[in-house]
């Protein structure tokens, strides 16, 4: 199997922390195809859905429509929603599909403008509200790729806003000012996907959602339930 070297985003640096083996094969040799479960089908509508309000002020579904006091605070600052920037390996802005781009994120609305340094970064998140277990990583690596985009930005002011809590959606704030240590970041997580590359070696992480995973060629996975075999990681 010939498997090109990926283009790092924060999916697959989160999923390589978590597990390389899954990493490998769901993001990097794409063996397992990409199923739409009903929760990433909604998280889909609700991301389109904000953006044609906020963007286009197309009305909200009904079942969304909780969410118009932030689609109208949003709308206020003419964000950019729905972002896709992409960086080379020095920082350096490249597009998204641009020639050396080595990182690249989605971000669902930024507010950045040339007549003030601090800008704002919002995430949509659809599922069940956890903060503090690393995800943040996201939202720093977006405030990074807006830094290089908008160099004369020095702060960011990020959160996920929860679009399931009803009367809870803010997240916690971050303000991040070091995006030199999120190049760092990211470029150590380069390293570690780089040997794995070379060496074809990508081990298997126990963890709390192996039974979840639909690697199933893991001893981890104890879900039997349709089992294929995999090719070797190559």
Partial sequence: MNVEFP??????????????FKA????????????????????NRVHEAMEQRVAKEVKLPEDLHYMEPFAQALEEYQPLCEVKMG??????????TGRGVWFRGRVDVLIARMDTRVA??????????????????????????????????TQV?????????????????YIITDFEMVHITIADYAVKIRTCFDSGVWPKTPN???????????????????????????
């Fill in 24 to 43: 490998y094969h769901t993001k990097i040799a794409k063996t397992i195809p990409t199923v739409q479960s009903p929760e990433m089908m909604h998280g």
């Fill in 120 to 153: 704002a970064i919002y995430d949509y998140k659809t599922g069940k509200k956890r903060e503090g277990y690393g995800q943040e990583l996201e939202l720093y690596t977006s405030a990074f790729l807006a830094k290089a985009c908008y160099p004369h930005l």
């Fill in 87 to 96: 960086v080379d390996a020095n920082g350096k802005p490249v597009g998204w």
């Fill in 208 to 234: 709390k959602l192996c039974d979840y995973c639909p690697v199933k060629a893991c001893e981890h996975n104890t879900n039997t339930q349709a089992v294929p075999q995999l090719p070797a990681a190559e």
């Fill in 7 to 20: 283009i790092l985003n924060y999916t697959l640096i989160n999923e390589f922390k978590n597990c390389p």
């Fill in 157 to 173: 002011h990020a959160r996920f806003l929860w679009t399931k809590q009803l009367f809870d959606v803010m997240g916690k704030e």
